[in-house]
C-alpha cells in the first residue's frame, strides 16, 4: 500500500526559503544600516575636526598645489660602515630629497658627486645607536639637509641643540643673511643597520 505523502511537508521547503531570503533581507538592511552610520560619524568627525582646528593653535596643514607638485631628487642607496667601536656594523639608507623646484634639481644633479661624499661622510660618522632612535634619524636628516646645499654655496644656520665641547666653545661669528634652503625636506625610503 502506497502511503500519501503529508501535505505538511510540501510546504516545508517553501517555508525555508521565505526564512533564508528573510535572513538574508535583514542582514542586508543591517550592513547598509552599518555603513551609512560609519559614513555619518566619519563626516561629524571631519567636522569637529574642521571646528576644533579653530579653537585650538593653527595646524599646519600641507597644501598640494596640483600646477606645481614636489619635486623629488632620489640619491642612489648609501651603504656605510658605522662608528660601532664594540661590533662591526653597517647601515643601508635610501636618501630621497624634496627641492624647491625642477631646476634646482637639475642644478643639485651637477652637485652630485659632492652631496654624496658629504653624506657618506656624516652617516661614517654615526653609531648603530644613533641610528636607532627616532631622535638621531630627526637630528641625520637635519644634518644631511645641511650638508647637500653646501656644495652649491649655501650654509645654513645649524640647529641650537648642537652642544658646544668645553674644549671647542663656539665662535661667534657675524650674522649673515640667513639663506634660503633649495631643499626643503629629507626623507628617507629605506634605512636598515645591520
Same mark, same amino acid.
Request: glycine letters at 6%; proline letters at 7%.
Given at each position: 500500500?502506497?502511503?500519501?505523502?503529508? $501535505?505538511?511537508?510540501?510546504?516545508? %521547503?517553501?517555508? +525555508? +526559503? *521565505?526564512?533564508?531570503?528573510?535572513?538574508?533581507?535583514?542582514?542586508?538592511?543591517?550592513?547598509?544600516?552599518?555603513?551609512?552610520?560609519?559614513?555619518?560619524?566619519? *563626516? *561629524? $568627525?571631519?567636522?569637529?575636526?574642521? &571646528?576644533?582646528?579653530?579653537?585650538?593653535?593653527?595646524?599646519?596643514?600641507? *597644501?598640494?598645489?596640483?600646477?606645481?607638485?614636489?619635486?623629488? #631628487? %632620489?640619491?642612489?642607496?648609501?651603504?656605510? @660602515?658605522?662608528?660601532? +667601536?664594540?661590533?662591526?656594523?653597517?647601515?643601508?639608507?635610501?636618501?630621497?630629497?624634496? !627641492? !624647491?623646484?625642477?631646476?634646482?634639481?637639475?642644478?643639485?644633479?651637477?652637485?652630485? %658627486?659632492?652631496?654624496?661624499? @658629504?653624506? /657618506?661622510?656624516?652617516?661614517?660618522?654615526?653609531?648603530?645607536? &644613533?641610528?636607532?632612535? #627616532? &631622535?638621531?634619524?630627526?637630528?641625520?636628516?637635519?644634518?644631511?639637509?645641511?650638508?647637500?646645499?653646501?656644495?652649491?654655496?649655501?650654509?645654513?644656520?645649524?640647529?641650537?641643540?648642537?652642544?658646544?665641547?668645553?674644549? $671647542?666653545?663656539?665662535?661667534? +661669528?657675524?650674522?649673515?643673511?640667513?639663506? $634660503?634652503?633649495?631643499? /626643503?625636506? !629629507?626623507?628617507?625610503? @629605506?634605512?636598515?643597520?645591520?
Amino acid at each position: 500500500m502506497a502511503t500519501a505523502a503529508p $501535505a505538511g511537508d510540501a510546504a516545508a %521547503p517553501k517555508g +525555508k +526559503k *521565505k526564512l533564508i531570503i528573510m535572513i538574508a533581507a535583514v542582514l542586508l538592511l543591517v550592513l547598509v544600516g552599518g555603513g551609512a552610520a560609519v559614513f555619518m560619524m566619519k *563626516k *561629524k $568627525a571631519a567636522a569637529a575636526d574642521e &571646528e576644533g582646528a579653530d579653537d585650538h593653535a593653527p595646524v599646519a596643514h600641507m *597644501k598640494v598645489d596640483p600646477k606645481h607638485p614636489p619635486i623629488f #631628487l %632620489p640619491l642612489d642607496p648609501f651603504t656605510v @660602515n658605522l662608528a660601532d +667601536k664594540d661590533a662591526d656594523r653597517f647601515a643601508q639608507v635610501g636618501i630621497t630629497l624634496e !627641492v !624647491v623646484d625642477q631646476a634646482t634639481g637639475d642644478q643639485m644633479k651637477a652637485f652630485m %658627486p659632492a652631496i654624496r661624499s @658629504n653624506v /657618506l661622510m656624516i652617516l661614517a660618522h654615526k653609531t648603530s645607536a &644613533e641610528l636607532l632612535s #627616532l &631622535e638621531g634619524k630627526e637630528k641625520l636628516a637635519r644634518e644631511i639637509l645641511r650638508a647637500s646645499v653646501l656644495p652649491m654655496g649655501v650654509e645654513l644656520d645649524p640647529e641650537d641643540d648642537e652642544v658646544a665641547t668645553e674644549e $671647542a666653545p663656539k665662535k661667534k +661669528k657675524k650674522k649673515k643673511a640667513a639663506q $634660503a634652503s633649495p631643499v /626643503l625636506k !629629507v626623507h628617507f625610503s @629605506n634605512f636598515i643597520i645591520q
